[in-house]
T-cell receptor
Framework: AQKVTQAQTEISVVEKEDVTLDCVYE???????LFWYKQPPSGELVFLIR????DEQNEISGRYSWNFQKSTSSFNFTITASQVVDSAVYFC???????????WGAGTKLIIKP | DADVTQTPRNRITKTGKRIMLECSQT?????MYWYRQDPGLGLRLIYY???????NKGEISDGYSVSRQAQAKFSLSLESAIPNQTALYFC?????????????FGEGSRLTVL
């Protein structure tokens, strides 16, 4: 069975601090994809990144970076120099090749205080 | 215009009423999904459809039904709404295999059952 765990229910930091959101996944499949989505207070779901299981390169996009480590089954998300606009709920999700469905974590609510 | 459009965006109804949430898409995807989001639970799959003639139950289909009227349209019905169906509902689409499984979401429909 597949599972995604986001152990941090809520994180609160002051603006300009760096913050890391953890995501741990479980699967026995060797081919899979990992995703991060952002849900701002307005409610829509915004795609952030997709990573396949054969590509362990870390990725950086502006202030956002992702650390994929197969050895620990983790796909963590770091925001550098956080801003108030980063306040949102962030979801990590997993899709395995044998089952086309996305398995979602429960989400981490990130609060950035000015 | 949004690629995936949900109507209504907000709806308040009473227990026992029949409710239909509609979803239409212009992405040309065969695969469509209905998800429900409750605080702290992430997204849970209600129903999914891989083409007009293929409809499948998700993990929480009880109390819901769907209709795939065309490739571009996928409706979710609550035959007799109850208060614990109060939630944010999302429609989504995805590419067929061997796509990556990325979901493209509508803006959500917030349903309140009194």
């Amino acid at each position: 069975a597949q599972k995604v765990t986001q152990a941090q229910t809520e994180i609160s930091v002051v603006e300009k601090e760096d913050v890391t959101l953890d995501c741990v996944y479980e699967t026995r499949d060797t081919t899979y994809y990992l995703f991060w989505y952002k849900q701002p207070p307005s409610g829509e779901l915004v795609f952030l990144i997709r990573r396949n299981s054969f590509d362990e390169q870390n990725e950086i996009s502006g202030r956002y970076s992702w650390n994929f480590q197969k050895s620990t089954s983790s796909f963590n998300f770091t925001i550098t120099a956080s801003q108030v606009v980063d306040s949102a709920v962030y979801f990590c999700a997993l899709r395995v090749d044998s089952n086309y469905q996305l398995i979602w974590g429960a989400g981490t609510k990130l609060i950035i205080k000015p | 215009d949004a690629d995936v459009t949900q109507t209504p965006r907000n709806r308040i109804t009473k227990t026992g009423k029949r409710i239909m949430l509609e979803c239409s898409q212009t992405k040309g995807h065969d695969r469509m999904y209905w998800y429900r989001q409750d605080p702290g639970l992430g997204l849970r799959l209600i129903y999914y459809s891989f083409d007009v003639k293929d409809i499948n139950k998700g993990e929480i289909s009880d109390g819901y039904s769907v209709s795939r009227q065309a490739q571009a349209k996928f409706s979710l019905s609550l035959e007799s709404a109850i208060p614990n169906q109060t939630a944010l509902y999302f429609c989504a689409t995805s590419e067929p295999r061997p796509g990556t499984g990325e979901l493209f979401f509508g803006e959500g429909s917030r349903l309140t059952v009194l």
